[in-house]
């Protein structure tokens, strides 16, 4: 395996403002599979194909979509699918702030 063209689960971190155990935790719930783990120290090394993925997850969770959610859009890329998702995400978080204003 070719690893110059991979980026280490630190660097991806860091490119994408997550933290490590954020992108583990994305592996553990199935949401993204690194190009390369190294057998000998499990060393994760990802590619530029899991950019695009990587970016669609941190879009989705500063929406605040659960990660069910957003392992059903990875998993199917139903346009249609995703645009009620981001709707019914949309009318969740304005009752949430209407929720925080009474509060106030």
Sequence with gaps: MDKQNLFSIGDVAKLFHLSVSSLRHYEDVG?????????????????????????????LRALDMPLSEIADFLGNRDVERIEEKLLSQKKAVIAKQEELKEQI
């Design 31 to 59: 949401l993204i599979t690194p190009e390369y783990t190294d057998p000998n120290s499990g060393y994760r090394y990802y590619g530029a194909r899991q950019f695009e993925v990587l970016n669609s997850i941190r879009y």
